[in-house]
């Protein structure tokens, strides 16, 4: 059961070039989460998937896009990379069921990527 | 606009002492209040959740206190051990519909020998 797993773990691209990252949970729950972790700003939202067929925009959106491909899976693609996504990024997936631990949130290992 | 504020300063303590971190917060009533550890490199873990009719939780070392009129959390870790240092970061969860969670930018500790 390894939880949230992620690829790749660190990658380098050039402005303009696209790439897409993976996320995958074991854990048979139904949200799914992309963050972003920048010093200075925190862990922002930038897109999540409630259940499966579902995706909808968090804080910071815009040059983002992502598919929920199956319940296991869900990824984030970007388009045309910008030194200012530069970052860590984060999938996450929360805690199922409907009571107070609905929001805690099991992170996977992080994907650092450099935009040069 | 809401806000979260955590020490921004790291923090040193030397093993054994009790190691407080702080979570303010403003212009936000929050259902949950929840505390997680990063450790460098990798993805944070949660911890504790306290609810906002409880003052105070506890799990083995950690201890959290949750007050709603200072509108403040304090993260207490006693008998600190140097495995202890990593970075701790508070994020708050609304009320009824308004599930967003919010998060504090961390508190570094450092647990000398």
């Known amino acids: 059961n390894a939880g949230v797993t992620q690829t790749p773990k660190f990658q380098v691209l050039k402005t303009g070039q696209s790439m897409t990252l993976q996320c995958a949970q074991d854990?048979?729950?139904?949200?799914m989460y992309w963050y972003r972790q920048d010093p200075g700003m925190g862990l922002r939202l930038i897109y999540y998937?409630?259940?499966?067929?579902?995706?909808d925009k968090g804080e910071v959106p815009n040059g983002y896009n992502v598919s929920r491909l199956n319940k296991r899976e869900f990824s984030l693609r970007l388009e045309s990379a910008a030194p200012s996504q530069t970052s860590v990024y984060f999938c996450?997936?929360?805690?199922?069921?409907?009571?107070?631990?609905?929001?805690?949130?099991?992170f996977g290992p992080g994907t650092r990527l450099l935009v040069l | 606009s809401q806000k979260i504020e955590q020490n921004s300063e790291a923090l040193n303590i030397q093993e054994g002492k009790t190691a407080t971190l702080t979570c303010n917060y403003t212009?936000?009533?929050?259902?949950?209040l929840q505390w997680y550890r990063q450790d460098p490199g990798r993805g944070p873990v949660f911890l504790l959740l306290?609810?906002?009719n409880e003052k105070e939780k506890r799990k083995e070392r950690l201890k959290v206190t949750f007050d709603t009129t200072l509108k403040q959390s304090l993260f207490h870790i006693t008998a600190s051990q140097p495995a202890d240092s990593a970075t701790y970061l508070c994020?708050?969860?609304?009320?009824?519909?308004?599930?967003?969670?919010?998060w504090g930018l961390g508190t570094s500790l450092a647990v000398n020998p």
């Open positions: 996450a997936s929360p805690h199922p069921g409907t009571g107070p631990f609905r929001e805690t949130q099991y």
């Open positions: 854990m048979n729950h139904n949200s």
């Open positions: 998937s409630a259940s499966e067929g579902t995706t």
């Open positions: 306290i609810r906002e």
């Open positions: 994020a708050l969860v609304g009320a009824g519909n308004n599930r967003k969670l919010i």
């Open positions: 212009n936000y009533s929050p259902a949950y």
